[in-house]
């Protein structure tokens, strides 16, 4: 299994997977030609995208989804409340719909609630051929009961959104900032440390932190937040690398 994220940030998110027999994206909120690009730049031609994996609606998740499905027909995974919000906006052709774990093909993915201000939200674990991968993104925190299952997996993308000094004494208004930390919010940087020191395990390869806040947020504040939680708990990694909004990151190995 290897996987690219092609775009992560406040303007726009979408990651690549890939495994022997299957490709798919994991939304896809930045615009379809922008993605296009990327994945050409992987060698990956867009046509051969089987599905996208919808992790909730918000626009910064779905924005390319219209244009991309309309040339190249990709099957759409998504609840049926996030359904029930999109088909109003988008003519979704070929869909499925998530209740419970599923597979596409040789790729099998495990799914747990997310905590996001909006109607329906998901994280996923992908698994093939004995590797693993969590994603994990917009959310305010992530419960209790989902934490053995999201314990030493192969490689983690995890949110890193905001750091709280940077945001409350930030431009936001209150209501914004107080959305932002809420339970329906994002993961902080000592958030995502937290949860990260208490999920990699003897197997685990590798960390992408994703959807930094530009505003709120500085890279090396989020990667040392990151690596003294590990050392406390005497973890390490081999990788731990930032994806941006802009740039995609190298096609990782799982």
């Not at 053995?148 to 900032?177: A, C, F």
């Not at 993961?187 to 932190?209: C, H, P, Q």
């Amino acid at each position: 299994m290897k996987f690219s994220v092609l775009a992560s940030g406040s303007k726009g998110n979408s990651s690549f997977i890939e495994t022997q027999n299957t490709r798919i994206l994991v939304d896809l909120g930045v615009t379809s030609g922008n993605v296009e690009k990327k994945l050409k730049s992987l060698n990956v031609e867009p046509s051969t995208i089987q599905a996208i994996v919808i992790t909730h609606t918000h626009v910064d998740h779905i924005n390319g989804l219209r244009v991309f499905i309309k040339k190249f027909h990709p099957t759409i995974y998504l609840t049926k409340i996030m359904y029930q919000e999109l088909c109003t906006q988008i003519n979704i052709e070929k869909y499925q719909f998530i209740d419970g774990d599923f597979s596409i093909d040789d790729l099998h993915i495990e799914v747990f609630k997310t905590s996001h201000d909006t109607s329906d939200s998901n994280g996923y674990i992908f698994e093939a051929y004995g590797k693993s991968l969590v994603y994990v993104t917009d959310t305010g925190y992530i419960n209790v009961k989902y934490h053995k299952q999201l314990q030493n997996k192969t490689y983690y993308i995890m949110e890193s959104n905001h750091d709280v000094e940077l945001l409350m004494h930030g431009r936001y208004p209150y209501h914004l900032k107080q959305r932002i930390i809420g339970d329906k919010g994002h993961l902080s940087n000592k958030d995502s440390a937290y949860y990260l020191s208490k999920f990699v395990g003897s197997e685990t390869k590798g960390i992408v932190l994703i959807h930094l806040s530009e505003e709120n947020n500085d890279e090396e504040i989020a990667l040392k937040t990151l690596y003294n939680n590990l050392e406390k708990v005497s973890k390490e990694v081999e990788q731990v690398i930032i994806a941006h909004q802009t740039e995609r990151t190298d096609l990782i190995e799982v």
